[in-house]
């Protein structure tokens, strides 16, 4: 495989000849693209998705350094070469936290990096391996894996009949080295699945020591493959959301799995726990959060961005009232008129009838998380089940009643979850309006605010708006510069700052690209026009 090459740099002659003149194919890499600076190269990296970026150090508004950090939020999976003039430890200190690979010294010639290129080849070969490859163990770890597997199956999977106590999971989790003695971790649960490029389903144990391999470069993770599915307990020591701890590790199992693997992986993330007897309850909240990918809004979901302030906790219910909870959310019709008919095929109609109320609650529970009260209260006065649960009726009615119920209980749901992503986007559109003049307004700070991950926010915004916050952010700094270009008498550095830019240029050159002229050319057509 040809890892592919974004080339970065501001000077033309020097970006073409290190296009032309180094010798890629050799090393295993291919050229896709060039930008002339930062800006220009965070447009396209999305598009692109490049392996790797050499870029100069040295460059207007925005420097290597920066370029390398915002690709990091970007795309944690793609490496950074940089030329720099400047033989710095401090540099190569702050080079190590962005994913850069190799700090080369200018000057450099062409020969000179096509043969660098050989061990920036190998690094990240070596980088790779450590995800693709299934580790082969001693027996002495096969059995360690064992153990923890043994351990983690019941924890998770709720088989066990009586309450674990937390103080000996801990003990335990303690000698098998899933947390460490003196720390008070928290912990969280992802259940992914991949699927190949015929769409089929093909997680495997592979998988499971892929997803450790990537988490280990953030924090500890152990994971192992049930019901199709990979299931990871995430341990995390660290400060702060558990969404900004896993945005980067997360957004690199996706991106890696894509580009790698040309497999699509697709991740549901349980609310954040600190008492392992709650496994099995984040178990399942991870299983229904994945379940959300099917909108097509990103492959990352974590259960807080679909259910409000945590009220829709997952106890331990009956496997169908569970079922029917996730079929309410995220399940199609035919599934869910599928379900019904099994409860009454499987049950004696007085076993049936009592497993009814038990699913009414699941639905006012389901309900009344997604919807307003007065919807909410709607949809019970209108469906006559409950006078049926009262009096006598044909097992056929009935079960007619409870399909129709848990229709309308659905589309309400839907209509909610639709309401409340435009809502989301509104807010990211107000903040915007609000705050745009703030030079450090961030998608990871928006949501923060709003309380939702950034990745979810992420994937919202496109979907919605058909635009990413990046653009959201820029079109509206753009506008309101131009207002101030033409009715007022500031200074274009005063406009640049009002506008969230402290770098001048950067700013001049934003709206060059956005409107095709610079702001001071713009201001001389405009007064001229209307003296």
């Known amino acids: 495989m040809n890892y592919t090459v974004l080339v970065v ?23 896709i693209g060039e930008a002339e600076n930062g800006v220009e190269a965070l447009d396209v990296i999305e598009t692109l998705e490049p392996d790797l970026i050499l870029t100069d150090i ?11 950090a915002r690709v990091r939020e970007l795309r944690p999976a793609t490496q950074i070469v940089i030329l720099s003039g400047y033989d710095s430890f401090e540099y ?30 190998r690094r990240m070969d070596e980088r790779l391996a450590d995800v693709l490859s299934t580790h082969s163990e001693n027996l002495q770890k096969q059995l360690h894996s064992l153990s923890i597997d043994e351990f983690l199956l019941p924890l998770m999977l709720g088989s066990s009949e009586e309450q674990p106590d937390d103080q000996e999971l801990f003990s335990r989790s303690e000698e098998l080295g899933i947390i460490r003695s003196e720390t008070r971790p928290r912990f969280c649960v992802l259940v992914s699945k991949f699927k190949n490029a015929d769409d089929v389903s093909c997680t495997g144990k592979e998988h499971a020591e892929f997803i450790d391999a990537i988490i280990a470069r953030y924090m500890h993770s152990e994971s192992f493959v049930a019901y199709g599915r990979a299931v990871t307990l995430v341990v995390t020591e660290g400060e ?46 991870a299983i229904t959060a994945r379940r959300y990918t099917s909108d097509g809004a990103g492959e990352v979901r974590f259960i807080n961005d679909q259910e409000r302030d945590g009220e829709l906790e997952i106890d331990r219910v009956e496997k169908s009232a569970l079922r029917l909870e996730q079929l309410l959310k995220v399940g199609g019709g035919e599934s869910l008129e599928a379900f019904i008919n099994e409860l009454y095929e499987n049950n004696t109609p007085e076993n ?15 309900v009344g998380a997604a919807a307003d009260k007065k919807s909410l209260l709607e949809l019970f006065s209108t469906n006559p089940i409950f006078a049926r649960l009262t009096s006598y009726a ?36 107000q903040i915007i309006d609000e705050n745009y003049g703030d ?9 923060n605010l709003l309380a939702v991950s950034p990745n979810y926010l992420s994937a919202l915004i496109k979907k919605t708006r058909k635009k990413n916050f990046t653009t959201l952010l820029t079109e509206k700094r753009m506008k309101a510069a131009y207002d101030m270009l033409v009715c007022t008498n500031m200074k274009v550095l005063e406009i640049s700052e009002k506008c969230g830019y402290n770098d001048q240029h950067y700013f001049s050159y934003c709206f060059k690209k956005f409107y095709g002229d610079s702001p001071n050319k713009i201001r001389s057509v405009h007064r001229g026009d209307n003296p």
Not at 58 to 68: D, H, Q, T
Not at 257 to 271: D, F, H, L, M
Not at 439 to 447: K, N, Q, Y
Request: charged letters at 25%; proline letters at 2%; hydrophobic letters at 45%.
């Open 240 to 285: 702060g959301a558990l969404s900004n701890l896993l945005e980067l590790p997360l957004k690199e199992i996706v991106q890696t799995a894509k580009r790698i693997r040309n497999e699509r992986c697709t991740i549901g993330v349980s609310r954040e726990f600190s008492a392992l007897s709650e496994s099995s309850s984040a178990y399942f909240q």
């Open 92 to 121: 190569a200190q702050t080079a190590i936290n962005y994913n850069i690979i190799r700090y080369l010294l200018k000057p450099i010639s062409s020969a000179e990096l096509s043969a660098e290129l050989f061990e920036i080849r």
């Open 439 to 447: 030079d450090a307004l961030s998608l990871t700070g928006v949501s």
């Open 352 to 366: 049936a009838n009592l497993l009814v109320m038990q699913l009414i609650a699941t639905v006012y529970r389901v």
């Open 9 to 31: 740099d501001d000077e033309q002659d020097q970006r073409r000849a290190l296009i032309e003149k180094v010798d890629w194919h050799a090393a295993g890499f291919e050229v």
């Open 58 to 68: 040295r460059m207007p508004m925005i420097s290597g350094l920066e370029l390398a």
């Open 394 to 429: 044909s097992e056929n009615v009935m079960k007619n009643d409870l399909l129709s119920f848990c229709e309308n209980a659905k589309a309400l749901i839907a209509q909610s979850q639709r309401r409340d992503t435009e809502i989301l986007c509104d807010k990211v559109v």
